[in-house]
């Protein structure tokens, strides 16, 4: 009962995702690994599904692994620069067969319809095709690239159509020049263009690691385009893949691409956990979209619900139902980042006592310590001061510190005004905190 419940609680949370999702447009980027160890089935079964909910869905795939048994096959070395393969003669033909029978081999993959698996049902059409148009990388620096290439233009018009025709599009490391020469690629340069042409609404990589870190070596869930370029500031800091990835993701934001994904190739399930779970299981990186602070408004219950009720339910602010919020929506102030709630306070003013009560300061977790809640008390601040404010006080029974960091000083449920004290909740036992508003 216990798991039927929680698996009903997160179809009614992924709602929103689906509806948003439908009819947008996902490139998604992987490497030969991916299918070499055998990982891409259970992949199939997450895109049959995004696919299934109106998705529009482009594969990048790499050939890397597969280029590289067919090299050892011939006695032969490969050569890297920088991480770039140099792709000699011989080089770009093993390139071709790893990534034509790859293609082949994720086409047939997509089209399992067994009974009774995630397939079962399912009608995935693939189209390949000369979408890509490259050139050569050239001598750089004294080495000689040969059939190594840079993307020169995607054809975004003849995707859109494959796409519209329901297809799935499946673009190899692999670009053609208008003289007909063959060039190698990478397949974060394929899968980035693409999606930058594309004006995706997200591009995804596959990585062999969980994501980008921070300072402290620890998983970076959400990164600002700015964020993601100031870590990219010690490389050795990131992972091998995500060095290559990140600067990626930082060039596609900033061209138009709403949301960039890396996720942990490894991790069975990562794509369906990184989209439908508000927490994710990677690292996101979106542009650098300003947060919007303004006054709520009745539309802005369901977000304020979403940011408060778990602090409620940890007890960290004194519950509120949605009739209460509605009725007193006027005492409220909301961040949006990119449309969404991700933060809010409350002002209630004692104007005969010249005070007012600050309340309901909360920010949703994934953008925690950022300087949000700072940007709530100064804006309640100026608020209160505009209103003749001369001291703020609230209660706090989990973040007095926060607090007190800032200015504020605990003093006894006597010092608060006479109507608020009738309203205390000794039960709950709130710490008292204030704070002179008097300018000198």
Request: glycine residues 8%; proline residues 4%.
């Amino acid at each position: 009962m216990k798991n039927s419940q929680e698996f009903v609680a997160w179809f009614r949370a992924a709602t929103p995702y689906i509806h948003g999702f439908r009819g947008q447009t996902f490139v998604v980027a992987f490497g030969g690994e991916v299918v070499a160890d055998g990982k891409f089935v259970a992949l199939t079964h997450d895109l049959n599904l995004l696919q299934s909910l109106g998705v529009r869905l482009v594969l990048v795939h790499g050939a890397r692994p597969q280029t590289e048994t067919r090299l050892s096959q011939r006695g032969l070395t490969p050569h890297y620069v920088d991480g770039i393969r140099v792709t000699d003669g011989v080089a770009l033909d093993c390139v071709i067969e790893a990534s034509g029978t790859l293609g082949v081999e994720i086409s047939a993959l997509l089209s399992m319809g067994i009974a009774e698996s995630p397939m079962a049902g399912s009608a995935i059409r693939v189209a390949t095709g000369n979408f890509v148009t490259a050139r050569p990388v050239g001598v750089v620096e004294g080495v000689d690239f040969q059939y190594t290439g840079r993307v020169r233009k995607i054809d975004a018009v003849g995707i859109e159509r494959r796409l519209e025709d329901g297809e799935i599009v499946l673009l190899p490391p692999l670009g053609y020049s208008p003289t007909g020469e063959i060039y190698n690629l990478t397949v974060e340069e394929v899968a980035t263009t693409a999606a930058v042409a594309l004006q995706a609404a997200k591009l995804i990589f596959l990585t062999d690691t969980p994501g980008a870190v921070n300072a402290h070596g620890e998983l970076a869930s959400a990164l600002s385009a700015q964020q993601a370029e100031n870590l990219l500031q010690d490389t050795e800091q990131q992972p091998e893949d995500i060095r290559f990835y990140l600067p990626c993701a930082v060039r596609a934001c900033r061209q138009g691409v709403a949301r960039v994904h890396l996720l942990d190739r490894h991790r069975d399930g990562a794509v369906l956990l990184e989209l439908f779970t508000s927490d994710g299981v990677g690292t996101l990186v979106t542009p650098d979209i300003p947060d919007v602070l303004r006054a709520a408004t009745l539309e802005d219950v369901p977000g304020l619900l979403a940011v408060i009720e778990p602090l409620e339910a940890e007890g960290a602010l004194v519950k509120r139902d949605r009739v209460l919020l509605e009725t007193e929506i006027e005492r409220f102030t909301v961040l949006l980042h990119d449309g969404r709630v991700i933060g809010c306070v409350a002002l209630y003013p004692y104007p005969e006592e010249g005070c007012a009560e600050l309340a309901c300061l909360a920010v949703t977790p994934e953008f925690r310590n950022r300087g949000r809640g700072d940007v709530l008390l100064r804006h309640v601040v100026e608020q209160a001061q505009a209103l003749g404010i001369n001291q703020l006080f609230l209660l706090s029974a989990r973040t007095g510190q926060w607090f007190a960091e800032r200015g504020f000083e605990e003093t006894e449920v006597s010092a608060l005004p006479a109507g608020r004290q009738q309203l205390y909740n000794y039960r709950r036992r709130s710490k008292v905190f204030v704070k002179s508003l008097r300018t000198e």
